[in-house]
């Protein structure tokens, strides 16, 4: 017996909320590299000494800044996304003309995702802007541009609150949704395609094929998220960050400003990082997505 389709949200979005939250824990350290790395390329001499420098500075808790906002945002953000999956797999059958409970292909999911992380980026944009400002706040300190460094996530909030009001919080919202859209394409479609292969190969559902197999699909579908959309992400993590010294310029100026005076080099400065992450911190998401659903779906079995 199916869900109720409120059942069904709500089923999607709690699934959504425990892999986002498995996503943060086993990645933050390395997503803390990438951002200090995109907004400081010429700071680091590469991936190991930025990750050595942050230890020796800041101790192990400063590879761990931002991780309150992180989760607030992985949570609110995968909830929302894999909520907004299940509603946009509905509008994708209608368009297609396909009956009620229709098994999509790979190609559809991936439009389904698509559009689905339009809505996940208007929650994803305040927290992870609070997020990548703790990240960068000790070399925005050390570097005079600020005056004093914020240490909790509060004196941040409050900050963006008191001199930039709120929209202030939606501060690179525009390169987010530019991110969000192609990138979730390949995230989904990869990831799916993988699950396709895995299924076939060992003549079984999609929903059997394992922990390891998940795993690696959404390490895949992470990999060819992050290959696709990193310059975007760098620039919004550069205009999300430098906005603490007054308003920052637009995605495209801020772009270009990026491309002629630091090269291509800097738009992919922190990839290292994000790629060793995508692993475990992908596959993690998603195998608490999977294994939260298929538990919660199975009290609907008849």
Same mark, same amino acid.
């Given at each position: 017996?199916?869900?109720?389709?409120?059942?069904?949200?709500?089923?999607?979005?709690?699934?959504? +909320?425990?892999?986002?939250? +498995?996503?943060?824990?086993?990645?933050?350290?390395?997503?803390?590299?990438?951002?200090?790395?995109?907004?400081?390329?010429?700071?680091?001499?590469?991936?190991?000494?930025?990750?050595?420098? =942050?230890?020796?500075?800041?101790?192990?808790?400063?590879?761990?800044?931002?991780?309150?906002?992180?989760?607030? +945002? @992985?949570?609110?953000? @995968?909830?929302?996304?894999?909520?907004?999956?299940?509603?946009?797999?509905?509008?994708?059958?209608?368009?297609?003309?396909?009956?009620?409970?229709?098994?999509?292909?790979?190609?559809?999911?991936?439009?389904?995702?698509?559009?689905?992380?339009?809505?996940?980026?208007?929650?994803?944009?305040?927290?992870?802007?609070?997020?990548?400002?703790?990240?960068?706040?000790?070399?925005?300190?050390?570097?005079?541009?600020?005056?004093?460094?914020? @240490?909790?996530?509060?004196?941040?909030?409050?900050?963006?609150? *008191?001199?930039?009001?709120?929209?202030?919080?939606?501060?690179?919202?525009?390169?987010?949704?530019? /991110?969000?859209?192609?990138?979730?394409?390949?995230?989904?479609?990869?990831?799916?395609?993988?699950? =396709?292969?895995?299924?076939?190969?060992?003549?079984?559902?999609?929903?059997?094929?394992?922990?390891?197999?998940?795993?690696?699909?959404?390490?895949?579908?992470?990999?060819?998220?992050?290959?696709?959309?990193?310059?975007?992400?760098?620039?919004?993590?550069?205009?999300?960050?430098?906005?603490?010294?007054? /308003? *920052?310029?637009?995605?495209? =100026?801020?772009?270009? *400003?990026?491309?002629?005076?630091?090269?291509?080099?800097?738009?992919?400065?922190?990839?290292?990082?994000?790629?060793?992450?995508?692993?475990?911190?992908?596959?993690?998401?998603?195998?608490?997505?999977?294994?939260? /659903?298929?538990?919660?779906?199975?009290?609907?079995?008849?």
């Amino acid at each position: 017996m199916a869900p109720h389709p409120v059942v069904q949200a709500i089923i999607d979005l709690s699934a959504g +909320a425990i892999g986002g939250a +498995a996503c943060v824990f086993s990645g933050q350290p390395l997503d803390t590299a990438k951002v200090k790395m995109q907004t400081f390329p010429g700071l680091y001499r590469g991936f190991i000494h930025c990750f050595l420098s =942050t230890y020796r500075q800041v101790g192990l808790k400063g590879l761990y800044q931002g991780t309150s906002p992180a989760l607030m +945002a @992985n949570i609110a953000e @995968n909830s929302v996304l894999f909520m907004s999956y299940g509603f946009c797999q509905q509008v994708v059958r209608l368009t297609c003309g396909l009956e009620e409970g229709a098994v999509l292909s790979d190609l559809q999911k991936a439009c389904a995702g698509s559009v689905a992380s339009v809505f996940s980026s208007l929650v994803l944009c305040p927290t992870e802007l609070v997020k990548c400002r703790l990240q960068a706040m000790h070399e925005m300190a050390a570097s005079g541009r600020i005056t004093a460094a914020q @240490n909790s996530v509060w004196s941040v909030i409050r900050s963006i609150a *008191q001199n930039e009001g709120p929209t202030g919080f939606f501060q690179g919202l525009i390169p987010t949704i530019a /991110r969000e859209v192609p990138g979730y394409f390949c995230f989904f479609g990869a990831y799916e395609l993988c699950r =396709t292969f895995f299924s076939e190969k060992m003549q079984c559902s999609k929903d059997d094929i394992g922990v390891a197999s998940i795993v690696f699909s959404g390490g895949v579908g992470g990999a060819c998220l992050w290959l696709v959309v990193y310059p975007m992400d760098c620039v919004k993590s550069r205009i999300q960050v430098m906005s603490m010294t007054g /308003r *920052q310029a637009g995605f495209y =100026t801020t772009f270009m *400003q990026i491309f002629r005076t630091e090269g291509v080099r800097a738009l992919y400065s922190g990839l290292t990082p994000t790629m060793i992450r995508t692993f475990p911190a992908n596959g993690a998401l998603f195998l608490g997505y999977e294994a939260s /659903r298929k538990m919660m779906m199975s009290q609907f079995d008849s």
